[in-house]
């Protein structure tokens, strides 16, 4: 059974950073793509960081250079670290796993992301 718990959200001024945590279990890293997300109230949900299936990287240009996916095999955990931290990147952040070659995907719960002075 996967279940994806995320951590390490919370108040940072603009121009700060934070680290965002997913604990993943269930979740065979060779067969998921993991990723990150983040929703504001009335928006789609957008993705903000992921790994492909050959284990590259991709980002959206409005965070490019300043969010970095990383896992930890041995720990079956993804993080996301976020740099230079705007109030435009206030959001709930969830945790995503695909299964390669399906359209089987599993949600965190999110954790909240404020930027703000």
């Known amino acids: 059974q996967v279940q994806l718990v995320e951590s390490g959200g919370g108040l940072v001024q603009p121009g700060g950073s934070l680290r965002l945590s997913c604990a993943a279990s269930?979740?065979?890293?060779?067969?998921?793509?993991m990723a990150w997300y983040r929703q504001t109230p009335g928006k789609e949900r957008e993705l903000v960081a992921r790994f492909t299936s050959v284990g590259t990287t991709n980002y959206p240009d409005s965070v490019k250079g300043r969010f970095t996916i990383t896992r930890d095999n041995a720990k079956n955990t993804v993080f996301l670290q976020m740099n230079n931290l705007k109030p435009e990147d206030t959001a709930v952040y969830y945790c995503?796993?695909?299964?390669?070659?399906?359209?089987?995907?599993?949600w965190g719960n999110g954790t909240l992301v404020t930027v703000s002075s």
């Open positions: 995503n796993a695909r299964k390669i070659n399906t359209n089987i995907n599993y």
């Open positions: 269930g979740v065979v890293f060779s067969i998921y793509v």
